[in-house]
T-cell receptor, first 114, second 114 residues
Framework: GNSVTQMEGPVTLSEEAFLTINCTYT??????LFWYVQYPGEGLQLLLK?????DKGSNKGFEATYRKETTSFHLEKGSVQVSDSAVYFC?????????????FGKGTKLSVKP | EPEVTQTPSHQVTQMGQEVILRCVPI?????FYWYRQILGQKVEFLVS????????KSEIFDDQFSVERPDGSNFTLKIRSTKLEDSAMYFC????????????FGDGTRLSIL
């Protein structure tokens, strides 16, 4: 079945450091891929998405490229800020039939220190 | 920006009681979802709802659970005979369409079963 695997956290970085959170997936067909972010005490917010191979999603300085050959969708940011501290979830949505539900990874907690 | 709203933010209930979690999806959205996140675990899909009927449900969504759209704005999740293991964060989400369309999440209801 479809699944998402993302790197275990927590990840602790200093402000302005480079961030990578790895995400790989298993799916049939051509799923859409998403990164969601959950700030403390809040719900899930869509951060970025990509719907086909080689698409790059970007938002708020974060980027992720849909790599079908490596079944990956790694999240990157060149210079993190304290305000980026949150839990990040990689997710996929199947392209088949009525499969509208999102399948999430376990989440990676990011803490950015000043 | 339109939001998905959920009430209550925190619900404490005795084991064996029934609870109803409420959600108001974004007004022009047609697809509605419930997800669950047990503390420290991944976000899990429960059920999707479209055109006044369940379109998909997971193995978690057994006879203990039901969903309803009682009027034009609310979308509810009912849990009968609650168990300790039902304690979790429950997220409602909605989207305009399926496929690549992102799902917009509420802030969640924290359900604590005593």
């Amino acid at each position: 079945g479809n699944s998402v695997t993302q790197m275990e956290g927590p990840v602790t970085l200093s402000e302005e450091a480079f961030l990578t959170i790895n995400c790989t997936y298993t799916a049939t067909g051509y799923p859409s891929l998403f990164w969601y972010v959950q700030y403390p005490g809040e719900g899930l917010q869509l951060l970025l998405k990509a719907t086909k191979a080689d698409d790059k999603g970007s938002n708020k300085g974060f980027e992720a490229t849909y790599r079908k050959e490596t079944t990956s969708f790694h999240l990157e940011k060149g210079s993190v800020q304290v305000s980026d501290s949150a839990v990040y979830f990689c997710a996929l949505r199947s392209d088949g039939g009525s499969q509208g539900n999102l399948i999430f990874g376990k989440g990676t907690k990011l803490s950015v220190k000043p | 920006e339109p939001e998905v709203t959920q009430t209550p933010s925190h619900q404490v209930t005795q084991m064996g009681q029934e609870v109803i979690l409420r959600c108001v999806p974004i007004s022009n959205h047609l697809y509605f979802y419930w997800y669950r996140q047990i503390l420290g675990q991944k976000v899990e899909f429960l059920v999707s709802f479209y055109n006044n009927e369940i379109s998909e449900k997971s193995e978690i969504f057994d006879d203990q659970f039901s969903v309803e759209r009682p009027d034009g704005s609310n979308f509810t999740l009912k849990i009968r005979s609650t168990k300790l293991e039902d304690s979790a964060m429950y997220f409602c989400a909605s989207s305009e369409r399926q496929g690549a369309q992102p799902q917009h999440f509420g802030d969640g209801t924290r359900l604590s079963i005593l």
